[in-house]
């Protein structure tokens, strides 16, 4: 059964890094390609940024240059490391797998929980 | 930046058949865009429902559909239910590794 289950999230000062973690069970992130979507209080899904199965990465221009997704295969565990946090970071955030459709599509096919990140001082 | 639109509410009666749709500020939606829909209820992660613009996921209901008309991608919900009231949200490949999701629909049974 695949699981993912994101950590890390708390109450951080404007300035300040977290860095959050999804562990990830049932198959393999170094063969995955995987996501951060985020979802700010009453508001609608946000795309981060992506780790496709080589090393490329990719992110939304809201977070570009704050924001690193990376992976350890080790530990079969997603992260991000957000420096730089801002008042408008504040959501729940969510790891989600790209999954592959047999007509070579990618879709966001497994989610986790999610955990919160509050940026205020 | 290419904008992707959702309606942002729609209501239905129960029994009923609603079309909610998923376009872009600038062009139209093809299937190159990877287009899927995802489900979700207050406090609870995203459900996806449909991907490759009109396969099911696993579990979902066959009153749900998706298909590209005209110059928008679509989710169908057939004979609405009562437990159908969610918020759905499109996300679309815009290429170069980048994902945009829209703003969502905030779906009501009554």
């Known amino acids: 059964e695949v699981q993912l289950v994101e950590s890390g999230g708390g109450l951080i000062q404007p300035g300040g890094s977290l860095r959050l973690s999804c562990a990830a069970s049932?198959?393999?992130?170094?063969?995955?390609?995987m996501t951060w979507v985020r979802q700010a209080p009453g508001k609608g899904l946000e795309w981060v940024s992506v780790i496709y199965g080589g090393s490329g990465t990719y992110y939304a221009d809201s977070v570009k240059g704050r924001f690193t997704i990376s992976r350890d295969n080790s530990k079969n565990t997603l992260y991000l490391q957000m420096n730089s946090l801002r008042a408008e970071d504040t959501a729940v955030y969510y790891c989600a797998r790209l999954g592959r459709s047999s007509s070579g599509y990618h879709y966001f096919d497994y989610w986790g929980q999610g955990t919160l990140v509050t940026v205020s001082s | 930046q290419t904008v992707v639109t959702q309606e942002p509410s729609f209501s239905v009666s129960p029994g009923g058949t609603v079309t909610l749709t998923c376009g872009l500020s600038?062009?139209?939606?093809?299937?190159?865009?990877?287009s899927s829909w995802y489900q979700q209820t207050p406090g609870q992660a995203p459900r996806t429902l449909i991907y490759s613009t009109n396969t099911r996921s696993s579990g979902v209901p066959d009153r749900f559909s998706g298909s590209i008309l005209g110059n928008k991608a679509t989710l169908t919900i057939t004979g609405a239910q009562a437990d159908d009231e969610s918020d759905y949200y499109c996300?679309?490949?815009?290429?170069?590794?980048?994902?945009?999701f829209g703003g969502g629909t905030k779906l009501t049974v009554l």
């Open positions: 600038s062009g139209s939606v093809s299937t190159s865009h990877y």
């Open positions: 996300v679309l490949y815009m290429g170069s590794g980048i994902w945009v």
């Open positions: 049932g198959f393999t992130v170094s063969n995955s390609y």
